[in-house]
């Protein structure tokens, strides 16, 4: 099937045009670009050099992917923007391509849902299944794991780490990494505990879902020092694959992880 192209719009004769493709008025493709079979790209949105594009990927008006990044460093160099499959790109989002002297390429998984106005910097790596909601905004280098949803109006510090299934509150700032699995809110965002509600509808089960609320009680819960609690929760849920893959966040981080949001009883008693 060939592609579908309004007379409006700019594509670059070099542009990789796959079948199926619908191209919009006023939509800008520039040269060294690809969009895949089925891609649907709205009015006056742009596509800019060194960008790619995988199957049924949708992109709304006014996105722009693959623009320079934001970056005082950058003098020009090559890098790249690469999509997965099966993506929506909504209205005013902006996606940046990597730097020399980091990934080289920000990627986006597949099946992807980016919200109006949202940002992605310069070497982000969101895994599939990734949620952002209306205003989020990463800094560059942050890394999203599968499935975690980022509400509307977050941002994220460069180089944090955000783990997969991990749901951060609207309006929140993450300055430190956020475990797999969790619950994060807050102007300086604070866990409140594990996603139950995620998990379940992702259908871990009943076991997996119990062994991670216990250890998540004895790491950040439990008179134990932080290497106690690593030990004793990896020692009581070994072969729990939830758990494990905590821990292993968890000890691999390099920015910390943040802290348990105190309740106000817990203030009180100082």
């Known amino acids: 099937m060939k592609p579908l192209i309004h007379p409006t719009a700019i594509v670059h004769p070099e542009a990789d045009i796959g079948s ?3 191209i919009g008025p006023y939509v800008i493709i520039e040269a ?3 969009l895949g079979q089925g891609t649907r790209v709205d009015a006056f949105a742009q596509i800019k050099s060194f960008t790619s594009l995988g199957q049924n990927n949708y992109v709304y008006s006014y996105a722009c ?3 320079a990044p934001q970056d005082i460093k950058y003098q020009g160099e090559e890098t790249w923007l690469r999509l997965g499959d099966n993506n929506k790109i909504r209205e005013y989002t902006t996606l940046n391509r990597g730097t020399p002297d980091g990934r080289g390429v920000t990627s986006i998984g597949s099946g992807c849902f980016l919200m109006a106005y ?3 910097a310069h070497d982000c ?3 599939d299944g990734v949620i952002m909601a209306n205003g989020a905004t990463l800094g560059g280098h942050v890394h999203l794991g599968r499935q975690a ?3 509307g109006l977050c941002a994220v510090h ?7 299934y991990a749901f951060i509150g609207g309006k929140s700032g993450i300055a430190q990494d956020v475990p797999p699995y969790m619950l994060a809110v807050g102007e300086r965002a604070r866990l409140l505990g594990p996603n139950l509600i995620g998990l379940r509808r992702a259908g871990f089960s009943r076991e997996e879902i119990s062994a991670l ?3 998540f009680n004895i790491i950040w819960k439990s008179d134990l020092t932080h290497v106690q609690a690593l030990e004793k929760a990896g020692q009581d849920f070994k072969g729990f694959k939830l758990t494990e893959n905590l821990l292993a966040f968890i000890k691999s981080s390099k920015r910390g992880v943040v802290s348990l949001q105190r309740t106000p009883e817990q203030d009180e008693s100082g």
Do not use: D, N, P, Y
């Open 20 to 22: 199926g493709v619908v």
């Open 32 to 34: 060294s670009t690809s």
């Open 65 to 67: 992917l693959g623009e």
């Open 118 to 120: 949202t940002h992605v």
């Open 125 to 127: 790596m969101l895994e």
């Open 149 to 151: 949803v980022i509400g």
């Open 158 to 164: 460069q180089f944090a780490r955000i783990g997969e």
């Open 213 to 215: 609320k216990k250890a």
